[in-house]
């Protein structure tokens, strides 16, 4: 029998907590084997839930990590790869122990995704963050602001909120509202690209 893959649900359960365990303070998403950045959509570096202990049906908290899709492939023949995924589970169920997941999810807000959670409610849940960042940031007396910085910034109200988010899904909701039917536009200005209002002067 084929073992299962992580559900959306299971994997909406356990993202927050991975941020919260392995990326505290806003850290920057890499690899936990070699430590790099992922790249979405790349087939080498881009994320991918690692099983631990390789059993893909155990889904503890403690058994999963992020890493690249090549680095995931290259533990089963690297050693120093196997001996650290077995520190890593001693260091997880230690973090366990020890954490106040009460009180995470009471000071967090975070409410616990259900089976009926689908990637659909996600998408709209964040192109509303979009629509919501936008609207906060683009004013008659504001009415234009840097790209780049809106990405980052909806990336990381998407997964503090609903734990999920990706630049690369921000980017494309913007792209989304300034399309030709939008009420934004990106305008390239003193060297940078901006997002600004269609009907701003």
């Not at 690899?31 to 390789?54: A, M, V």
Request: some cysteine.
């Amino acid at each position: 029998m084929r073992a299962r893959s992580l559900t959306p649900a299971i994997k909406a359960k356990r993202t927050p907590l991975i941020i919260e365990r392995d990326y505290p303070d806003g850290a920057e998403f890499t690899c936990c084997y070699c430590e790099q950045r992922f790249i979405s959509g790349h087939p080498r570096w881009k994320k991918t839930w690692e099983h631990l202990d390789n059993h893909r049906e155990n889904e503890e908290l403690s058994n999963l990590k992020w890493a690249h899709k090549y680095c995931n492939i290259k533990k089963k023949t690297f050693t120093d790869y196997q001996i650290m995924a077995r520190e890593f589970i001693k260091k997880n169920q230690e973090w366990q122990n020890a954490f106040d997941f009460e009180e995470f999810l009471r000071e967090r807000k975070i409410k616990q995704p259900t089976e009926e959670q689908t990637e659909i409610e996600l998408n709209t849940a964040h192109v509303q963050k979009t629509v919501e960042f936008l609207a906060e940031k683009i004013t008659d007396e504001e009415p234009e602001y840097p790209l780049d910085d809106a990405i980052y910034c909806i990336t990381a109200r998407c997964r503090k909120e609903t734990g999920h988010g990706s630049s690369q899904a921000s980017r494309n909701y913007i792209k989304e509202l300034c399309c030709s039917e939008g009420l934004y536009k990106i305008e390239k200005k003193r060297g940078k690209n901006y997002i600004v209002r269609r009907n701003a002067l």
